[in-house]
């Protein structure tokens, strides 16, 4: 049983690293840029989540609205501000500005709400339960993160797939400048994919906060690292491989925490990423091309 | 119709175009030929507004749209088919259409798709599969019905029959002389000078970033000068 009870832990892990793994993937596909302050707007969800709900008292579906609201405007303004002055500046130019707006915003929230953890209130109604099917323990919330994550990720494959912006968005990922001969703005499609993927590390920053109750302006950091990893074993760039190693990592954190290896449980999906990595450069969907990673 | 003056740009220290001026008339084929590097496709993309010229400008219609963004001269009836065809491979037949008319916000494709199927029916056989499984020829035909979608006044084309086998750039060029006939402004930059003389109505010849001899295509091609350097003969 002991199995199925780290598949349960592991399915809920992998859901929100998912949400997370998906941003980072879709802003690599869109600009190349891996954009190491994805975390961190993880970590601001979490908080204006937490204000949400404590100071404004809404509801935990309102809050998590309201945090992805915030953090899609938030993407919008780190894209415009921080990274399209740089477009067509190196690489390595825009990484260590990501950093530095990661930096940025890691101690700002500081500034405002103090180095101390913070809680998120405790569970009330359905969400505070849970049930044992043969000995497995399945908590409610748990099935409340797998579940909202799924729906969300239904809701982008649809708008990337099917919608007007979705098309927009894949054609300028594979060729910019064909794109713009098709008469799409590129500078709006990037920013509406940032918009979106932040919005997406809102969720599940909120999700984090009613997962593991305590919160901290450098929370992002973790997340945001396993989520970039696993964005990279997947195959960097593709939305199925970021989807594909986040439950992966997830399953593997849980996995390594189940079998007692609880304080290296990190160390064992960073091994793990190595060795994929060497069998396969590209990430398990990616084909190998020289521009990876 | 399409008009550029004294256009100079620059790849950072090469000096691409030098003072390059040409004019398209409503409802003219006009081709540009001349050797590899001769600046045919920088123009193309100086026009659509993929590059910015340092100095000159692009006017069409008598205003200059030489500041205006490559996206919003789609809107103004300036369709490109880039050189190399840079279609989305990774999407289907149907979304590269698709994606040709994204300007057009509402209305029915489905008129314009039948058209487009109508010229190259082998795209309606395909419309399901992804752009990058189409052969080279194939992939040129789906690059110029993309750019039909979005209805255009001013086809740009940049060498259409590049690596395509001599059938299938007869039957191009055939398509070309098709489109302009029911009402499309074309202008045409090619290697195939003898193929682009032939069809079209003017022609330029850019030799090193300048507009070295122009005039009428079918006196063009009587000249020595071009049957030597252009003609193989």
Redesign the interface.
């Known amino acids: 049983m002991e199995v199925f009870q780290q598949l349960i832990n592991g399915l809920s892990l992998g859901s929100i690293y998912a949400l997370i793994a998906l941003g980072y993937t879709m802003v690599y596909g869109i600009i190349q840029l891996i954009n190491f302050a994805h975390g961190d707007v993880l970590m601001v969800g979490a908080f204006v989540g937490w204000f949400s709900m404590t100071t404004l008292h809404m509801n935990v579906f309102a809050a998590l609205v309201t945090a992805m609201a915030a953090c899609a405007m938030l993407g919008v303004i780190i894209e415009r501000v921080a990274y399209k002055p740089l477009r067509n500046s190196t690489r390595i130019a825009a990484l260590i500005t990501a950093i530095g707006v990661s930096l940025f915003l890691e101690y700002v929230m500081m500034y405002f709400v103090g180095a101390n953890p913070k809680a998120y209130p405790d569970l009330t109604g359905f969400m505070a339960g849970s049930f044992t099917i043969h000995g497995v323990i399945i908590k409610n919330i748990q099935l409340v993160i797998i579940g909202i994550s799924v729906l969300l990720m239904i809701i982008l494959q649809f708008i990337v797939q099917r919608t007007?912006v979705g098309?927009?968005m894949?054609?300028v990922s594979?060729?910019a400048?064909?794109?713009?001969?098709?008469?799409?703005?590129?500078d709006n499609t990037i920013s509406i994919t940032f918009a979106i993927g932040s919005a997406l590390a809102g969720a599940a920053g909120v999700m984090w906060g009613l997962y593991y109750i305590s919160i901290n302006p450098l929370m992002g950091l973790m997340p945001g690292l396993k989520a970039f990893v696993a964005a990279v074993f997947g195959g960097i760039g593709l939305i199925p491989g970021a989807l594909l190693g986040a439950y992966a990592v997830g399953f593997i954190e849980t996995i390594a925490k189940g079998v007692g290896l609880s304080t290296y449980s990190d160390a064992v999906v960073f091994l793990v990423l190595i060795l994929i990595l060497i069998i396969k450069p590209a990430g398990l969907l990616g084909k190998n091309t020289k521009e990876k990673v | 119709m399409l008009e550029i003056k004294d256009l100079d740009v620059h790849y950072g220290g090469i000096h691409a175009l030098k003072g390059v001026s040409l004019k398209v008339d409503d409802g003219e084929i006009v081709t540009l030929i001349g050797a590899n590097g001769a600046g045919k496709s920088t123009t193309l993309r100086t026009i659509?507004?993929?590059k910015k010229p340092t100095a000159g400008s692009v006017l069409v219609d008598g205003k200059d749209i030489t500041k205006m963004?490559?996206?919003?001269r789609?809107?103004l009836g300036l369709?490109?088919v880039?050189e190399g065809r840079?279609?989305?491979?990774?999407?289907t037949v149907m979304?590269n259409l698709?994606?040709?008319a994204?300007?057009r916000r509402g209305g029915d494709l489905s008129k314009d798709l039948n058209g487009v199927f109508e010229r190259f029916p082998v795209l309606a056989d395909r419309r399901k599969q992804l752009g990058g499984t189409l052969s080279g020829g194939e992939q040129q035909m789906l690059a110029m019905g993309?750019a039909m979608m979005?209805k255009p006044r001013i086809l740009l084309m940049d060498e259409p029959s590049m690596g395509l086998a001599p059938l299938l750039v007869q039957e191009i060029f055939e398509i070309i002389a098709q489109i302009n006939k029911d009402g499309t402004t074309i202008l045409l930059v090619e290697q195939n000078a003898n193929k682009a003389l032939q069809v079209a109505k003017r022609a330029y010849v850019m030799e090193t970033g300048r507009i070295v001899i122009s005039g009428d295509a079918a006196e063009l091609m009587k000249t020595e000068d071009i049957k030597k350097a252009y003609l193989g003969g």
């Open positions: 007007r098309k927009a894949r054609a594979q060729d400048d064909a794109a713009r001969l098709m008469g799409i703005n590129v | 659509s507004g993929l963004a490559a996206a919003d789609v809107g369709s490109q880039p840079r279609i989305f491979t990774s999407m979304e698709e994606l040709g994204y300007r993309r979005a």
